[in-house]
Each structure stands twice: as structure tokens, then as C-alpha cells.
């Protein structure tokens, strides 16, 4: 291995958890579970992949998070009944096998949703359908139908959920969770400007659309315990409006990183189009750089970090502890061999892997798990 990427292989603890790198599979939807939401053979041996081509820590594909309105995809893994938990056990103990940590992300798709096997009614913030279309490799078409508005009910009956599936994460033996506040899915529209006209005490100001989020890690940490591992996923872009960044900028991020790094949270999760590049304008802090100075916890970074010598940048300069790879672990599932290596990076292959739909491809499978 070559000596400038060693620090990408420290050992790094995260509240009394000690991960043998800093590389991180980041969640990833496949569409690959059965249709009632369990996990099953092909999935334990995509996430083994991962584990066996040495990342230290994997984060799973969105798992749903009740029998409501929470499920977004077809075939999405879920985290709701005794099957489930069932299911997901031998994925996690085969993962754990290789020393690889496994985090499970909680999920409520809120208006952003492409299929669901038990309503045709999305729940949102306010009565706004998400901006863009649905994305035809992960089964949806058109527009997205506008949602109904969250009662005060709802909002409670998400926040139980969100507890029930990281107390069942726990069962299943993942070594933490992972609380879904990104891309546009619910919780990201209760702090997105036009997704949340609330006039009640969750909406009407960004102060106001964090509240969900601060009681959902607080009932969580209460119910999971001090030592469990509670991170979340930030992010500016949708998965149909990836253009979009939070109004007023770094004051905005100033807000919601000191927000939620205030709460008892062991990590922030953020992804960008360009990990490195400025978050909120020219001249102005990344993402990554914005969540470690803001929220004063550890942060992954996400978002074209494929290349080790970006990867090790982020980490050198104190801007992320952790890197999480997307299309570049797709690419590479044995990424951090690679480096450790000086072996070559493959390319990502859209076309290959993740159409016509995202489920996960035989090829994928064969070429690298041997």
C-alpha cells in the first residue's frame, strides 16, 4: 500500500464501536427483496461482497419502517415484523464474519414514493407533490401524486415507527441505525422550504421543521440504549430535484448541523453531487467541512470520493472521519483491497448495474464473489 493512503485505514472507535477502516458502503437501493419485504439469499451475498472486499463498515439500502405509508419501492427491504428481523439475521452475521460492521438506515419515503404494498396514499408535510418525476430503473413513471397533509397522529405514529424498526434493527444484530434524512424522502421534507408549509409548531420555520427529526433521535436513543450506534443522512439534493440547496445557505447549514449535532447522535451522514466541492456557493464550506465544524460529531462523506487520493484529501484536512462509497463500491466492492493494493479502480457502469431497473444483476453477483 502506498504510504499517503494509510490514514484511510486507521482504526477509528465511534461511541465504544471500533471500525477496522474508514471506508463505509453507502445505502444503495437495489429493489432485490421479496415482495412482502424480506430479505433473502441474493442480498446476503451482495452484502457480503462488501465485506469480504474489505469495507469497514456497511450502511444497508433503505429498510421501511412500518406497514403504512413508509414503504417507497417495490420490493424495498422492510423492518416490521418477525419475518423481517428474521430475514435480515444471517445477512448481518455473514457480514460480521469479516469483521465489517453493519448499520441498518430507517426509511419513510413520505410523498417520494414509487410503490407501496400496503396504501395509494403518501403522507408528506404538507399537501405538495415532490418537484421532478419518478426514476424508471427503480420501477416508477410520471410525476408523483400529490400526498395527504401529516395530522399531528401521523406525525406521532412515524415517530413510534421509526423507534419499532431500530429496536427490531437491534434483534437483527445491526451494530447501530441509521435515521434517513435525506433526499427528499420525510424528513428532508419537513426542512425542505417547499415541501413544508406547516403552520403548526412542526413547520412555518426551519427551527420548527427540525422538531421531528430531534424527537425521532431522542425516542430512538431512549429506546436503543446509550451504547447503540444512532447516526443520520443528511443531504441538500432529491432524488428528483438534485439541484436543490437550503435557502440561505451555510447560515442554513449552520442551523440544521447545530441542530442535530446538539441531539444525541454519534454521526452525520452527508452526501453531495462533489463531496469536496463548496455546498452553498462559491467560496463557502462543503458539505462534509459545514457537518464537522456545525455539528461537532463525527461525519462521513459521500459523493465522488471513488478515488483514493480524494478520499484520503477529505480525511487529511480533518473534513470527514469516515468515507462512504456509492457507485464506486457498485464499481468496486472490494474497493479498499484496491487501494491497500495499488490496484485499479473499475469504472462504473450505470448501464450494467443499474438498468433496465436496479435490482441486483447476476454479473454482479459472479464477478465478484468467489
Same mark, same amino acid.
Given at each position: 500500500m502506498s504510504n499517503n493512503f494509510e490514514t484511510l485505514f486507521d482504526k477509528v472507535t465511534v461511541h465504544n464501536t471500533s471500525f477496522d477502516n474508514r471506508y463505509i458502503v453507502a445505502p444503495m437501493t437495489r429493489v432485490s427483496a421479496n415482495e412482502d419485504g424480506t430479505a433473502n439469499e441474493r442480498m446476503q451475498r451482495y452484502y457480503e461482497r462488501y465485506a469480504k472486499g474489505g469495507f469497514?463498515?456497511?450502511?444497508?439500502?433503505?429498510?421501511? %419502517?412500518?406497514?403504512?405509508?413508509?414503504? @417507497?419501492?417495490?420490493? #424495498?427491504?422492510?423492518?416490521? !415484523? &418477525?419475518?423481517?428481523? +428474521?430475514?435480515?439475521?444471517?445477512?448481518?452475521?455473514?457480514?460480521?464474519?469479516?469483521?465489517?460492521?453493519? %448499520?441498518?438506515?430507517?426509511?419513510?419515503? @413520505?410523498?417520494?414514493? #414509487?410503490?407501496?404494498?400496503? !396504501? &395509494?396514499?403518501?403522507? +408528506?408535510?404538507?399537501?405538495?407533490?415532490?418537484?421532478g418525476e419518478q426514476l424508471g430503473f427503480y420501477g416508477g413513471s410520471g410525476p408523483f401524486p400529490t400526498p395527504k397533509k401529516m395530522t399531528k397522529a401521523d406525525i406521532q405514529s412515524v415517530i413510534h415507527s421509526f423507534v419499532s424498526a431500530a429496536q427490531q434493527a437491534k434483534e437483527a444484530g445491526f451494530d447501530g441505525v441509521e435515521i434517513h434524512g435525506a433526499n427528499?424522502?420525510?424528513?428532508?421534507?419537513?426542512?425542505?422550504?417547499?415541501?413544508?408549509?406547516?403552520?403548526?409548531?412542526?413547520?412555518?420555520?426551519?427551527?420548527?421543521?427540525l422538531r421531528i427529526i430531534q424527537e425521532i433521535i431522542r425516542s430512538v436513543r431512549e429506546q436503543v440504549g446509550e451504547e447503540y450506534i444512532v447516526g443520520i443522512r443528511l443531504s441538500q439534493g432529491k432524488v428528483a430535484d438534485q439541484s436543490y440547496r437550503w435557502p440561505n445557505g451555510e447560515e442554513a447549514a449552520k442551523l440544521i448541523f447545530g441542530t442535530i449535532g446538539s441531539e444525541a447522535i454519534d454521526?452525520?451522514?452527508?452526501?453531495?453531487?462533489?463531496?469536496?466541492?463548496?455546498?452553498?456557493?462559491?467560496?463557502?464550506?462543503?458539505?462534509?467541512?459545514?457537518?464537522?465544524?456545525?455539528?461537532?460529531?463525527?461525519?462521513?462523506?459521500?459523493?465522488?470520493?471513488g478515488s483514493p487520493e480524494q478520499a484520503h484529501?477529505?480525511?487529511?484536512?480533518?473534513?470527514?472521519?469516515f468515507i462512504s462509497l456509492g457507485t464506486g463500491a457498485l464499481a468496486n466492492p472490494d474497493a479498499p483491497h484496491r487501494v491497500k493494493n495499488g490496484t485499479e479502480m473499475n469504472d462504473f457502469d450505470a448501464e450494467a448495474i443499474l438498468f433496465p431497473e436496479a435490482y441486483i444483476k447476476d454479473m454482479e453477483l459472479n464477478a465478484y464473489l468467489k
Open positions: 469497514g463498515a456497511i450502511i444497508s439500502e433503505g429498510v421501511y %419502517i412500518d406497514d403504512a405509508h413508509s414503504q @417507497g419501492y417495490n420490493n #424495498q427491504p422492510g423492518m416490521v !415484523t &418477525d419475518n423481517h428481523v +428474521a430475514a435480515w439475521k444471517p445477512i448481518v452475521d455473514k457480514v460480521h464474519e469479516y469483521n465489517t460492521k453493519m %448499520i441498518a438506515q430507517l426509511m419513510h419515503a @413520505g410523498a417520494q414514493v #414509487q410503490g407501496n404494498a400496503y !396504501t &395509494d396514499v403518501s403522507i +408528506a408535510p404538507s399537501a405538495v407533490a415532490p418537484k427528499g424522502y420525510l424528513l428532508d421534507e419537513f426542512i425542505t422550504d417547499y415541501m413544508n408549509n406547516r403552520d403548526d409548531e412542526y413547520g412555518g420555520s426551519l427551527e420548527k421543521g454521526y452525520i451522514h452527508v452526501t453531495d453531487g462533489d463531496g469536496t466541492a463548496p455546498g452553498f456557493g462559491a467560496d463557502t464550506l462543503s458539505m462534509s467541512q459545514a457537518a464537522k465544524h456545525y455539528g461537532k460529531k463525527p461525519v462521513i462523506a459521500n459523493g465522488k470520493l484529501k477529505a480525511v487529511q484536512e480533518e473534513e470527514a472521519d
